[in-house]
């Protein structure tokens, strides 16, 4: 069974960090792009930040860019999320996704595995 499981999530007060985690299981996605996404209340869910398939070849929403770093470490099949300078607009459910082919970025249609999400509330 195929499985992203986010961690990571809480509460911190602005300007703080935060470093989200998602593991994946039941294959190897070393041939996957995985990406983040999070969906703030009473609002769409939305890109984040996603990473290819070698780890080298990040691209961030301009939303967080210059704030979040997206990572991945193939040995543990698992990708991060380092948040800085968090804002209260930042706060949202965070979830991982996975896909073979992402042409285009924030097209939530092209990943074909997601995790459940991960709680991260920002306070002013």
């Known amino acids: 069974q195929v499985q992203l499981v986010e961690s990571g999530g809480g509460s911190v007060q602005a300007g703080g960090s935060l470093r989200l985690s998602c593991a994946a299981s039941g294959r190897s996605f070393s041939s996957y792009a995985m990406g983040w996404f999070r969906q703030a209340p009473g609002r769409e869910r939305e890109f984040v930040s996603v990473?290819?398939?070698?780890?080298?070849?990040?691209y961030d929403s301009a939303a967080v860019k210059g704030r979040f770093t997206i990572s991945r470490d193939a040995t543990k099949n698992t990708v991060y999320l380092q948040m800085n300078g968090l804002r209260p607009e930042d706060t949202a459910v965070y979830y991982c996704?996975?896909?073979?082919?992402?042409?285009?970025?924030?097209?939530?249609?092209?990943?074909?595995?997601w995790g459940q999400g991960t709680q991260v509330i920002v306070s002013s």
């Open positions: 996704a996975a896909g073979r082919r992402i042409p285009v970025p924030w097209k939530q249609d092209d990943y074909e595995y």
């Open positions: 990473i290819n398939w070698a780890g080298n070849s990040p």
